[in-house]
T-cell receptor
Framework: DQQVKQNSPSLSVQEGRISILNCDYTNSMFDYFLWYKKYPAEGPTFLISISSIKDKNEDGRFTVFLNKSAKHLSLHIVPSQPGDSAVYFCAASSGGSQGNLIFGKGTKLSVKP | NAGVTQTPKFRILKIGQSMTLQCTQDMNHNYMYWYRQDPGMGLKLIYYSVGAGITDKGEVPNGYNVSRSTTEDFPLRLELAAPSQTSVYFC??????????????FGEGSWLTVV
C-alpha cells in the first residue's frame, strides 16, 4: 500500500517553460514533506521542503505547494533548465523520533533545449 | 567536504556469500539510515540508528544486520546473499529526525548484484 504516490513516471518540458511535478499521499499523520533530486549513478540530493503548517515554500526557481485537504503537493520549477533533467522524489515524514522518510517512486523530468 | 561516504561503489556477490557495506559520515549527525532502491521504485528503509549503540528496523530489514559502535560509522551486513537483494543501497544521515530544518543527506550509492 503506497503511502506516497507519484503517478507520473515521466515528464517532458521545453526549456524555459514551467515544470509541475505532482505527489499524493494517503497518511494524514504526515506533517513534513520533501523533494529530492537524483541524477543517474548519484545519491538523492535535497531540493526543497515544506511543513504542514504552510501551504507554500519558495526557493529560487523552485516552489512547493501543499494542499492538506486534498493530500496533494506539487513542485513547480520556473523556468525549467536542461540541468534540471533528473528523477525527482517526493518524500514524507510523520515526525516522531524514528525519522523515517516514505518515498514515492519518482518522476523522471526531461527538459529539452 | 566528504559528507556521507559509502563503499564499495559496485559489488557482485554469489548466492550465499556475505558482505558488509561500509558507511561513514563526517557531519557529526546523530541519525543514520540505510535505504535500498529497486528499479522503478522509491527508496525503502532497511535499518536506522538514532545514535551510537541504538539501531532499529525499518520497512525491509530481513536478510540484513547493522551495528552503530561510533557516531560516524553505520555498516550494513548482508548475510547469505540472495538474488532479491540485488539493488542500489544508499546510506544517509541527519542531525535529528527529519523536521523543518533537519534534512537527510545521502551517500552516492552502492550497486550490488547477487548472482
Amino acid at each position: 500500500d503506497q503511502q506516497v504516490k507519484q503517478n507520473s513516471p515521466s515528464l517532458s518540458v521545453q526549456e524555459g517553460r514551467i515544470s509541475i511535478l505532482n505527489c499524493d499521499y494517503t497518511n494524514s499523520m504526515f506533517d513534513y514533506f520533501l523533494w529530492y533530486k537524483k541524477y543517474p549513478a548519484e545519491g538523492p540530493t535535497f531540493l526543497i521542503s515544506i511543513s504542514s503548517i504552510k501551504d507554500k515554500n519558495e526557493d529560487g526557481r523552485f516552489t512547493v505547494f501543499l494542499n492538506k485537504s486534498a493530500k496533494h503537493l506539487s513542485l513547480h520549477i520556473v523556468p525549467s533548465q536542461p540541468g534540471d533533467s533528473a528523477v525527482y522524489f517526493c518524500a514524507a515524514s510523520s515526525g516522531g523520533s524514528q525519522g523515517n522518510l516514505i518515498f514515492g517512486k519518482g518522476t523522471k523530468l526531461s527538459v529539452k533545449p | 567536504n566528504a559528507g556521507v561516504t559509502q563503499t564499495p561503489k559496485f559489488r557482485i556477490l554469489k548466492i550465499g556469500q556475505s558482505m558488509t557495506l561500509q558507511c561513514t559520515q563526517d557531519m557529526n549527525h546523530n541519525y543514520m539510515y540505510w535505504y535500498r532502491q529497486d528499479p522503478g521504485m522509491g527508496l525503502k528503509l532497511i535499518y536506522y540508528s538514532v545514535g551510537a549503540g541504538i539501531t532499529d528496523k525499518g520497512e525491509v530489514p530481513n536478510g540484513y544486520n547493522v551495528s552503530r559502535s561510533t557516531t560516524e560509522d553505520f555498516p550494513l551486513r548482508l548475510e547469505l546473499a540472495a538474488p532479491s537483494q540485488t539493488s542500489v543501497y544508499f546510506c544517509a544521515s541527519s542531525y535529528s529526525a527529519p523536521r523543518s530544518g533537519n534534512t537527510i543527506y545521502f551517500g552516492e550509492g552502492s550497486w550490488l548484484t547477487v548472482v
